[in-house]
C-alpha cells in the first residue's frame, strides 16, 4: 500500500515533470540522451510503457529480453516480433539497448544456453532497427572470488560473444557488476583488452563502482575510450548489503555526472535503470518512479 509520503512524493514528482516537460529541458542536451530502462516496466505492456516514457519526456528506452518481460525474445513470434516494431514505430521512441543478463562464469551446459540468448538478442536487435541496430548490454556474470581461477575462460568467451555481434552487425556491451566476478574497473579493461572484439564495448554504471569507493572520474577515465552506453542509479551500503536507489536518493552529483561524460567526450544514451530490489517491493509504480527520475535528471541534464 502506497503511504501518504509516498503519494505526495509521486505527486510532486508528476508537477514537476509536467513544469520540465514545459521548459523543454532536455533538448538543450542533445547530445546526451535521457532514456528509462522497460526492466523497470516489467508489469505494463510494450504499448503503454513506451506511450508512458514518451509523455513523460524520455527520448529513448531499453527493452529487457530477459525470461517473464513482454520483449523476451523466445517468446515472440514472427508475428509478435512485427507487432513490436509496429508498437516501436507508432511511439516514436528510439530503443537506444537491449538488456539481457548472461554470464561468462557459467559451466558448459549454461554458457550454451547463454550463446543461444546472445544469438537471438542480437537477432532481434538486427530485426527491429536494421539500419542501426541497438546497443545489446549484459553483466559478465561470476563471483568476485571466482576472478583469478576464470578469467581465462571468461576472456575467451567474451571473444565468442565478439564473433555473435559481429555476425549480426551488433555491439555487445559488458558491464562490471559489485557482485561478480568483473566487479571493476580494471577488471573490465582487462576483459576487454584480452579479448580484442571489434564489437565489444563498455555500458559503464557508476553505482557499482561508487560502492566500492570509486569516484566517478576515477573509473570513468579510463573507460571512456571503450564506453558506448550508460546506465543510471544511486547505490548505497547498508550495513553489509548492496542498496540500489533510484537518481536523486542517493549522494550523486548528476550536474557533475553529465559533466564529466561531456567531458571525456561520451555523446549518447543515459538510461535510467531500476533495480529489482525496487521494482519488486509491494506496492511499486513503475509510471511514477519514471516520473520521479525524470524530474531527478533532466535539469541537470542542461549543460
Known amino acids: 500500500m502506497t503511504s501518504r509520503r509516498e503519494f505526495l512524493a509521486s505527486a510532486a514528482a ?25 526492466y523497470g516496466m516489467k508489469s505494463l505492456s510494450l504499448a503503454k510503457a513506451l506511450s508512458e516514457c514518451r509523455r513523460i519526456g524520455y527520448r529513448n528506452v531499453e ?3 530477459i525470461a517473464g518481460f513482454p520483449t ?3 517468446r515472440l513470434s514472427p508475428e509478435a516480433r512485427a507487432d513490436v516494431r509496429r508498437e516501436l514505430a507508432d511511439a516514436k521512441v528510439p530503443v537506444s539497448s537491449l538488456l539481457i543478463n548472461l554470464s561468462l562464469a557459467a559451466d558448459e551446459k549454461a554458457n550454451a544456453s547463454h550463446l543461444e540468448n546472445l544469438e537471438l538478442a542480437a537477432r532481434f536487435a538486427a530485426e527491429i532497427s536494421p539500419g542501426s541496430p541497438p546497443i545489446v548490454q549484459t ?10 581461477e ?19 552487425g551488433v555491439t555487445v556491451a559488458v558491464k562490471a557488476h559489485v557482485s561478480s566476478a ?16 571489434s564489437n565489444l564495448a563498455v555500458a559503464y554504471d557508476h553505482s557499482h563502482y561508487a560502492l566500492a569507493g570509486i569516484s566517478i572520474a576515477e573509473s570513468l577515465r579510463p573507460l571512456a575510450p571503450h564506453t558506448k552506453f550508460v546506465h543510471i542509479k544511486d547505490a548505497r551500503m547498508d550495513g553489509k548489503d548492496v542498496r540500489f536507489l533510484l537518481p536523486g536518493e542517493g549522494t550523486t552529483d548528476y550536474a557533475e555526472y553529465f559533466r564529466l561524460l561531456r567531458a571525456v567526450g561520451y ?8 533495480s529489482s530490489q525496487i521494482f519488486n517491493r509491494p506496492g511499486y509504480d513503475p509510471i511514477a518512479a519514471a516520473e520521479k527520475c525524470y524530474a531527478a535528471l533532466a535539469p541537470s541534464l542542461r549543460p
Open 14 to 38: 508528476g508537477a514537476a515533470v509536467a513544469a520540465l516537460r514545459a521548459r523543454g529541458a532536455q533538448p538543450a542536451s542533445p547530445e546526451l540522451s535521457l532514456g528509462f530502462s522497460l
Open 63 to 65: 527493452l529487457a529480453l
Open 72 to 74: 523476451e525474445p523466445a
Open 139 to 148: 553483466v559478465m556474470g561470476g563471483a568476485p572470488r571466482e576472478w583469478e
Open 150 to 168: 576464470k578469467k581465462a575462460v571468461m576472456a575467451s568467451r567474451l571473444r565468442e560473444w565478439d564473433a555473435i555481434a559481429r555476425k549480426h
Open 182 to 197: 568483473v566487479n571493476s574497473p580494471e577488471r573490465l579493461l582487462w576483459a576487454i583488452r584480452q579479448a580484442k572484439g
Open 267 to 274: 555523446r549518447g544514451p543515459c538510461v535510467v535503470e531500476v
